[in-house]
C-alpha cells in the first residue's frame, strides 16, 4: 500500500525552493482509493473542495486536452494564460495564474513546516484548486478572469474563516500565527 501521509516536505526535502512537479507528487493522493479518500475527505475539509480534488486527482476534469481527445473542436491553448496547451497539470501547476497563487501561499506559509500544519496546508491546497478551475471556468464559459492577487484574497478569507471555526480548538492560535503573522 503507497503511503498516506502528507507533507510539503518532499521525500525529506525542506521546501525552501518551491517546485510544482513535486508538490503534485506529494499533493496527489496515491496508494488504495480508501488512502486517498482519507487523504481527501479529511475533518474540516469544504466538501466541494474534497469533491473537486477527487475529480481532479482522477484526471477527469473537462480541460481542453480531454475536450479533445473527446473529438470536440476545441482550441488546445490553456483557457487563462493561452500560452501552453490545457492540461490538468499545466492548469493547476504551472499555468502562471495558479504559479502565482501557489507562491502567495509558499510566501505566506515561509514553508515552515510544523507538525500542526497537516490540516492547514491540505485546507488551503484544496481550497487553491478549486479556485484555479473556478477561474478557469470562468474564462471558458464567460471570458473574465479575477485577478490571481483577487483570487488569493478569496482563498485567504476562506482560509481565515476555516481557522475561525477552529477557535475552540488548541491549536488553533498556532493556526492563525502560521496563516496571518
Ligand atoms: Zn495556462
Not at 475539509?45 to 486527482?57: D, G, L
Request: glycine fraction near 4%.
Amino acid at each position: 500500500m503507497g503511503t498516506d501521509s502528507f507533507s510539503w516536505t518532499v521525500e525529506g526535502d525542506s521546501c525552501s525552493t518551491y517546485s510544482s512537479s513535486k508538490t503534485w507528487e506529494v499533493l496527489r493522493p496515491r496508494g488504495t482509493t480508501q488512502a486517498s479518500a482519507k487523504h481527501i475527505w479529511f475533518s474540516g475539509a469544504t466538501p466541494k473542495h474534497a469533491f473537486h480534488m477527487w475529480v481532479t486527482n482522477l484526471n477527469r476534469l473537462p480541460t481542453r486536452d480531454r475536450l479533445s481527445a473527446w473529438g470536440m473542436q476545441v482550441p488546445l491553448s490553456c483557457c487563462i494564460c493561452s500560452l501552453h496547451p490545457e492540461s490538468r497539470d499545466h492548469i493547476m501547476l504551472s499555468c502562471p495564474y495558479s504559479l502565482t497563487l501557489w507562491s502567495e501561499v509558499a510566501r505566506r506559509l515561509r514553508c515552515v513546516v510544523p507538525n500542526f500544519g497537516d490540516w492547514l496546508r491540505l485546507f488551503i491546497e484544496l481550497t487553491l484548486l478549486y479556485t484555479v478551475w473556478q477561474q478557469r471556468n470562468n474564462m471558458f464559459f464567460n471570458q473574465t478572469l479575477s485577478p490571481p492577487l483577487v483570487a488569493f484574497k478569496d482563498i485567504n478569507m476562506q482560509v481565515v474563516n476555516s481557522i475561525t471555526a477552529l477557535r475552540t480548538r488548541k491549536n488553533f492560535r498556532a493556526l492563525m500565527q502560521l496563516w496571518l503573522i
